[in-house]
């Protein structure tokens, strides 16, 4: 196919198959071109499809219990997109055996789970437990409080927070099938701020997620079977639309994320988009 075009110098530009116009000072000369190849499977592609693949999976696993994630994202971008594109340059990138992939294999790493404009839940690790910034200044939970108290709490001491305002606490378990294969399970709950609400926060709301840890919301360390990755997200409806806090999940042993971040395994990953066993660790 040619493209050749005339310049206002009248010079040439363009090409024609594998000749191209060239313009020199003493005019337009004619040149070969090199050969194009395009090779599908150079490291750097082989490695960014590995990542692909394992953040796609991995949303998979939690989008049911985030359908709204991403307050800001690219238009026409989906959820899915908009999380690939906030973790694919993270600092624990995955690469899993391609097998594993079509096993619904996951490795629980710090993603940035959600992306949005309400201010961030932060969390940190004291001696009692993590605690967010959450305030709950001088409430004590018992056996008997009600879901409304600990909305009426949060509400009292904290002006970022509103009624019908929500706090999702994301629980992430690291699980690994007979087959040796990683798999992540995510579950989240919802606390609606609304001081009415009689129901027993014991019945609903999880210890684990809604503790109070130096006066503040958090995870006790005596909470029992906690998850292996967690965050706290605020979440906001009003007219139709959402807005969210922007979070990243809180993982406990990142010596996983980390084995499978390794040359190695990338190595290993890459050379089973050829192999056929389960598990070539």
Known sequence: MAILKEESSGNLSGKLGRVGCRNTKHGTVMVQLPDVVVNPRTPKQQRGRLLLNHLTRFFTQIKPELPNAFEIKAPNHTDTNAFVSANYHGSYPVFLPELWRQNYASVLAPYRVTDGYLPSVEVVLSGSGYRT????????????????????AILENNDDYHPGDEIIYLACWQRVSPEGVPQVAAKSYRLVLDPGDERLASAVLPAEGFGVVDGFLGQPLSAGDAADGFAWIHYREQGGRFQISSQYLTVRDLSRAARY?????????????????????
Request: charged share 20%; glycine share 10%.
């Open 133 to 152: 910034n959450i305030s709950l200044d001088g409430f004590a939970s018992g056996s008997d409080a009600t879901v409304g108290d600990w909305a009426e």
């Open 261 to 281: 971040g390794t040359d190695e395994a990338l190595a290993a990953a890459v050379a089973s988009l050829k192999w056929d066993e389960i598990n070539p660790f």
